[in-house]
């Protein structure tokens, strides 16, 4: 026998040979299709294990006339939302032979439609994920139904069908965490918006001032600063609501960067935290736990979010059928620590 003989590869006729079944069987088992009686499959992974048998992701490729890749779409400005969303979409296709291309595209241009269009119909992906805020741009989505490739959007917020969304609970929980504050004592408290026309800030915003409403107090507009979602924002939010004569004694931040930036002028005046302002965030990031005193949070699920927008869009390839009947809403879950106290004897309004 030569030796090419020898190390020939297995190819997937002999592994329908050696099961007893058709190369279509064969196929529908390495793609995960469902249909398929317990026994035949068996017999197929069995066979696919003796023989060694490794199936070409090109010529799977070319068969479904799709790349075997997941696509990211984002245009977020915070790094942290982007690394951990791709960690849940990894995660779910760690032991396929998926992969994830990470595409960032610019919301403002007029031509992004276009780009994209371009791009997909380019590379042919199996499927799309869409982080916020162009999740909430339902012509995006049109495109990719146009394109017959699946997608999913993530957001703060349901924004579509539920095999077609994963979404967080951000007002409902941003509220949660607010009455902590107002339940601490604080009647005087800071506000620091997300970017505008961001879903997500505007949900946050409105946990925020039902968690004020609740309370029985007054929303002070003069005690809102703009933000988005940057460290640096956060530093000029800090600088105009603490250097006021009557300055907040809280200050409820809609992400953890920003909450951070609070934090940084607060210190740099010399404010005890929580002593003198008590600070929340939003995101449980690393920044949340790595600063001093570490940062009460509202743990946005974005890794499971991550990893269940995989599993919705090309759940039958992964094997997981069942994700496409998951809840949409992951809900998010309020992470106290040490930022948070009642206020300064004498400071209460």
């Not at 099961?19 to 398929?36: C, D, F, H, Q, Y």
């Not at 505008?196 to 800030?201: I, K, N």
């Not at 003198?276 to 690393?286: A, N, Q, T, W």
């Not at 699920?301 to 090309?314: D, F, H, Q, R, S």
Request: net charge neutral; proline share 7%; glycine share 8%.
């Amino acid at each position: 026998m030569s030796s090419s003989a020898r190390t020939a590869q297995p190819t997937i006729n002999d592994v329908a040979a050696r099961a007893g079944v058709s190369k279509k069987t064969v196929s529908r088992v390495i793609n995960r299709e469902s249909g398929l009686k317990g026994e035949t499959r068996g017999k197929v992974e069995q066979a696919i294990a003796e023989l060694g048998y490794v199936p070409n992701p090109q010529a799977r490729a070319l068969a479904r006339r799709r790349n075997m890749t997941l696509v990211l779409l984002h245009d977020n400005p915070n790094a942290q939302t982007v690394l951990n969303f791709q960690k849940g979409v990894l995660r779910a296709i760690a032991n396929s032979d998926l992969a994830l291309a990470v595409r960032p595209v610019d919301r403002t241009s007029p031509h992004m439609l276009d780009d994209v269009r371009g791009f997909l119909t380019r590379h042919r992906p199996l499927g799309v994920l869409i982080l916020p805020p162009i999740s909430e741009r339902d012509d995006l989505a049109r495109l990719c139904s146009s394109l017959d490739i699946p997608y999913v959007r993530v957001g703060s917020a349901p924004l579509d069908a539920p095999d077609r969304c994963v979404a967080s609970n951000d007002s409902e929980t941003v509220a949660a965490a607010c009455r902590l504050l107002t339940q601490a004592g604080h009647t005087r408290i800071g506000f620091v918006r997300g970017p505008e026309g961001f879903r997500s800030a505007a949900e946050r915003e409105q946990g925020f001032q039902a968690a004020i409403r609740t309370a029985g107090l007054t929303l002070d507009p003069s005690l809102c600063a703009p933000g988005n979602y940057r460290f640096e924002s956060g530093v000029a939010a800090g600088q105009a609501l603490l250097h006021r004569e009557d300055r907040p004694t809280a200050i409820f931040a809609s992400n953890d960067e920003m909450a951070a930036g609070v934090m940084h002028v607060a210190l740099e005046m010399g404010l005890a935290i929580p002593r003198e302002l008590s600070v929340i965030g939003f995101d449980d990031s690393p920044t949340a736990q790595h600063i001093w005193p570490s940062l009460t949070t509202v743990r946005w699920p974005l890794i499971e979010m991550g990893e269940l927008a995989a599993e919705k869009v090309a759940g039958r390839l992964l094997g997981h059928d069942q994700a496409l009947a998951v809840p949409t809403i992951l809900p998010s879950e309020v992470v106290a620590r040490d930022t948070v106290g009642p206020p300064e004897a004498g400071s209460r309004a």
